[in-house]
């Protein structure tokens, strides 16, 4: 991490778990353990569970996010949840393009990139998933992909909006596998997404953007992943399902 440089933030992706009272009861006890937290602290909930998150987090340091929005301000999507929908709720950030929406529902890059323009639209701030397979990688195309995907994702993102993305590079190899990247293999990919925020909108820009590393980062191996320079937080699956083990890798960033 460089906080001289950028914000540093720990975002919580809870995929499908928790119901409402339970997501209550969850940011209840996280509440008191990551109060004095000296980063950025983000909770992206299912979108039933938005209104009772929200309620708990009242008063502190949480903010809350949504796990997905659609393109289009309204119509016939059954199914789906809008930007404008997700602001009126008390949403400020929200998960883009993560490997499992690609993986399992059809997310491309051009919808990525639909989606993070209307968050951005929206006033909210988007937290855009990249990163590679393990047959993309041992093909030596991680840099190739990392770059093309972010690239793709920001597609007339103008400079002003960027400030409000979040770019998190997640290997897919990684995630909900209990495999880790190494501190190394994190901070080079997280490097190369930096690298192509910097052809498109300068070193300046690029130097500023948080870029998260969100691979089966735990309580266990966070502070050695937040220590590399590229390394500017966590997109925490498994982890932020467990208040302890949660806010450990919040005091991690927090150093």
């Not at 009126?88 to 989606?115: C, K, M, P, W």
Request: aromatic share 6%.
């Amino acid at each position: 991490m460089n906080k001289a440089k950028r914000a540093a933030v720990i975002a919580g992706n809870w995929k499908m778990n928790k119901t409402p009272s339970e997501a209550k009861a969850l940011i209840e006890e996280m509440k008191p353990l990551v109060k004095d937290a000296g980063c950025d602290v983000v909770l992206c909930v299912p979108f039933i569970d938005i209104p009772a998150a929200v309620e708990a987090a009242k008063g502190s340091n949480i903010k809350i996010g949504a796990e997905n929005v659609h393109f289009k301000a309204s119509g016939a999507y059954t199914g789906e949840v809008s930007a404008d929908m997700l602001t009126e709720a008390g949403v400020e950030y929200v998960v883009i393009g993560h490997s499992e929406r690609r993986t399992y529902f059809g997310e491309t890059d051009q919808t990525v990139n639909l989606r993070t323009l209307a968050a951005l639209n929206a006033g909210l701030k988007a937290i855009v998933c990249v990163g590679e397979t393990l047959e993309q990688r041992e093909l030596g195309y991680t840099e190739t992909l990392l770059k093309f995907q972010t690239k793709m994702a920001l597609t007339n993102v103008t400079a002003e909006q960027l400030k409000n993305v979040i770019i998190a590079y997640e290997p897919v190899w990684a995630i909900g596998t209990g495999v880790t990247a190494t501190a190394e293999q994190a901070d080079e990919g997280n490097g190369f997404v930096r690298a192509a925020v910097a052809e498109v909108y300068g070193e300046d820009a690029a130097q500023a953007l948080t870029v998260q590393y969100g691979g089966s980062m735990n309580a266990g191996n966070a502070e050695e992943l937040l220590a590399k320079e590229n390394v500017d937080g966590g997109l925490i699956g498994g982890a932020s399902l467990k208040a302890k083990d949660f806010a450990a890798i919040v005091a991690a960033a927090s150093k």
